[in-house]
């Protein structure tokens, strides 16, 4: 599931240059992010197009994408690879994804390893028509918008604490869409980022493509989007409040945690590496799914049980 064509010119294992249409990333041979290490934060996966095949030291596996979020927290340290597999033999595999990385607070970082799926089909959708009949679709992946509630993170992650008012929201307006960004407590960090779309409305200022700004989040904003359809991403939540050390892949809060926390990778490997290749994928004609560090199995469909049965139960 990797390339079949030549990749002379390419620094392999370092290609972030767009040469013949694609990267490689940090693939050798299929692309993506082999086996690294992280500890301290969450990283928060969102998969716009295409499918990702994850592993980690924890021996837990999946595949997931199209719409699909993953929540992992790195804590005390894991290892995990995240390979984009080229699963059509016929047509173009493309990938857009979003990884926000979302810092733990000191007296977390050294929580235990954790991963959960939120499936495309599970996350809450708020869907809007304003006065003229023009639709605003948001996905709430994090956070909640009036009633509607995105489902719980990982069960250590800031977000957790609604008090932190975490809010990760995906936002499609059509071509002369209105919609009301709502307003935050005071002291909440709030970003905005326009990636698709030629300009839309923000209160008074006109943002043209691909431009992220820093907005007051306890002020309800009016959302206009321009003559084309438009996405943007909504970023907020309440600062830590502590200092942030960050060197490649650990986010820590002193230089001397950075220092440990490579000490004992270098020692323990974060596990080990259960899998036989750095660059795991899985089957070709694997469908999505969620295999847990435990053995407990997790799907598309698994997911829609579940979301049903919380739906019963008014949750």
Do not use: C
């Not at 970082?109 to 304003?130: C, G, Q, S, T």
């Not at 923000?202 to 009016?222: F, I, Q, R």
């Amino acid at each position: 599931m990797g390339l079949t064509i030549s990749l002379d010119g390419r620094h392999l294992g370092d290609d972030f240059i767009i040469k013949d249409g694609f990267r490689m990333y940090h693939g050798k041979v299929v692309p993506g992010f082999p086996g690294h290490p992280h500890r301290g934060f969450e990283t928060v996966t969102v998969v716009r197009k295409g499918l990702v095949d994850h592993a980690d030291s924890m021996g837990a596996a999946g595949r997931y994408g199209n719409g699909d979020v993953q929540w992992m927290t790195a804590g005390k340290g894991v290892q995990h690879s995240e390979m984009f597999p080229l699963l059509s033999e016929s047509e173009e595999n493309p990938m857009e994804l979003f990884q926000i990385w979302l810092n733990l607070p000191a007296r977390d970082k050294m929580v235990e390893p954790h991963f959960k799926m939120l499936w495309r089909d599970a996350i809450p959708n708020l869907k809007h028509k304003d006065a003229n009949g023009k639709s605003t679709n948001v996905e709430i992946i994090a956070g909640k918008i009036g009633d509607m509630k995105a489902f719980s993170p990982s069960p250590n992650s800031w977000a957790a604490k609604e008090e932190n008012e975490v809010a990760i929201w995906n936002i499609k307006m059509e071509a002369g869409a209105s919609w009301n960004l709502p307003a935050a407590s005071k002291g909440i960090n709030r970003s905005i980022y326009f990636y698709e779309g030629k300009d839309i409305q923000v209160g008074d200022a006109t943002l043209s493509h691909y431009t992220s700004a820093d907005m007051t989040a306890d002020v309800e904003v009016e959302l206009h989007a321009g003559a084309e359809d438009v996405s943007i991403l909504v970023l907020q939540g309440r600062p830590i409040g502590e200092t942030v050390m960050q060197y490649g892949p650990f986010v820590m809060n002193t230089k001397q945690e950075i220092q440990q926390a490579f000490d004992d990778y270098h020692a323990t490997q974060f596990g080990g590496w259960p899998w036989p290749r750095y660059d795991q994928v899985h089957d070709r004609n694997s469908k999505r799914f969620a295999r847990h560090a435990d053995g407990n199995l997790g799907g598309t469909e698994f997911a829609l049980i579940q979301m049903n049965k919380a739906r019963i139960r008014g949750l």
